[in-house]
């Protein structure tokens, strides 16, 4: 992997970076679509491949168990297995296996867990994947056990990395633990910092699990601040707007989130005003596109929100357009935030884009507090702001968004 970084923001930690590997460059930062089962909820790989979309995120947990590695290794891989051609990105598996199974036992070989199919006991070893299992709000002396274990799953995978033949055309990413400590961030940091030779990149993983968005950004700019400059720097589980532009201005270069494909299939569409429930009644005869401005298929095909209102509920057509769309929106927000970076004005991009998406809605107090940590004040200039504490997501909703 060769990896360049580009341009930097003079007030922020934002960058613009470049990202080779074996099937192309990226640029960075971006946000990666999430091909759970090797394939995009609704899209073809040849759909996704046409969005601009270059580098995704299979799912080693779903992967292991359906289709299998037998499977995967007579296809001769993932990449030809699903008919992708660009980048893609393996993650562990270690959150589906906190969240979906009852019955997960984790030893030092590996974890053992219930298949959600067959209900039959199935071994994730340390080489399958790459991190411990413990949920993000869990505290006490268990949290520095299993950042410990992962170090030492670290070691045993960098070792098998270096004999497998495969340095050439696959990366390994260490992924930073120590859950909501930041003294035992600062410990693993520490420790993969050390193995930075044998990394070609680092994620910030643990979070995304329900911890108070206050905490998130803070642990997110301890390790992002001590990661090497030359290296990316990979946040999991990030996918709301906000959440990516700030994580960005912490110096984050990629993230993923199976949040824009979910929500289509609820018939919510991203905008720079704010996400969009289209199966309101008040869009039954909105004869617009989501987003005149937007360049996607959806919306310049002539399809309006009171088409997808009428067919959001019973055709499976409606996800697969809201999901075209949504995946171009993340894109250009991440696009946007690249160009404004390499025109030295990214400060004015975050109050710009966060003084529309939060127009009629209350300011996230966590997002103006993360933000001014880097010297971005995304309140300056407004009069008596509204702030809120906690997420502060705008939804257009009557209920409560879909997780």
């Known amino acids: 992997m060769q990896f360049e970084v580009i341009a930097k923001c003079h007030t922020t930690r934002a960058r613009v970076s470049s990202m080779t590997m074996a099937h192309g460059t990226t640029y960075?930062?971006?946000f990666m679509p999430v091909a759970t089962q090797g394939a995009l909820k609704g899209l073809t790989s040849q759909q996704?491949?046409?969005?601009?979309v270059t580098l995704i995120l299979n799912n080693t947990y779903h992967l292991n168990l359906r289709p299998g590695t037998k499977v995967l290794d007579a296809a001769g891989g993932a990449h030809k297995f699903q008919g992708w051609r660009k980048n893609l990105?393996?993650?562990?598996?270690?959150?589906?296996?906190?969240?979906?199974?009852?019955?997960?036992?984790?030893?030092?070989?590996?974890?053992?867990?219930?298949?959600?199919?067959?209900?039959?006991?199935?071994?994730?070893?340390?080489?399958?994947?790459f991190f411990i299992l413990l949920h993000s709000l869990t505290t006490g002396p268990r949290v520095e056990e299993a950042m410990w274990r992962s170090i030492r799953w670290l070691d045993r995978c960098i070792a098998k990395h270096k004999s497998s033949g495969r340095i050439d055309r696959q990366n390994l990413f260490a992924i930073i633990q120590g859950g909501l400590n930041p003294e035992l961030r600062q410990k693993c940091v520490d420790e993969m910092i050390k193995r930075k030779p044998?990394?070609?990149?680092?994620?910030?993983?643990?979070?995304s699990g329900g911890e108070e968005k206050d905490v998130f950004w803070k642990i997110v700019k301890q390790c992002a601040e001590q990661l090497p400059e030359d290296r990316p720097r990979y946040c999991m589980g990030i996918g709301f707007a906000e959440d990516l532009l700030v994580c960005v201005a912490l110096g984050v270069d990629m993230a993923d989130c199976v949040f824009p494909t979910r929500t289509a299939r609820f018939g919510v569409a991203l905008t720079k005003d704010g996400p969009l429930n289209l199966r309101l009644e008040r869009y039954r005869t909105a004869f617009v596109p989501i987003d005149e401005k937007c360049p996607c298929p959806t919306c310049t095909s002539g399809m309006s929100r009171a088409s997808l209102h009428d067919l959001a509920t019973h055709e499976t057509v409606a996800a697969h357009a809201i999901t075209q769309h949504n995946l171009v929106f993340q894109a250009a927000v991440m696009g946007g935030a690249r160009?404004?970076?390499?025109e030295g004005r990214f400060p004015q991009y975050l109050k710009d884009f966060f003084?529309?998406?939060?127009?009629?809605?209350a300011y996230p107090k966590w997002c103006v507090d993360a933000l001014r940590?880097?010297?971005?004040?995304?309140?300056?200039?407004?009069?008596?702001?509204?702030?809120?504490?906690?997420?502060?997501?705008?939804?257009?909703?009557?209920?409560?968004?879909?997780?």
């Open 355 to 361: 003084r529309r998406y939060f127009a009629d809605a």
């Open 28 to 30: 960075l930062p971006t």
């Open 339 to 342: 160009d404004a970076i390499m």
């Open 48 to 52: 996704v491949e046409a969005l601009g």
């Open 89 to 129: 990105l393996t993650d562990s598996g270690g959150f589906q296996m906190v969240s979906l199974n009852s019955f997960t036992k984790i030893t030092e070989e590996g974890v053992l867990f219930a298949s959600p199919f067959t209900g039959e006991p199935t071994m994730l070893t340390v080489r399958q994947s």
């Open 198 to 207: 044998d990394l070609p990149g680092y994620a910030i993983g643990g979070l």
């Open 373 to 403: 940590s880097v010297g971005v004040d995304i309140l300056e200039g407004i009069e008596n702001p509204r702030i809120v504490e906690g997420k502060g997501a705008k939804w257009d909703y009557s209920d409560k968004p879909p997780k």
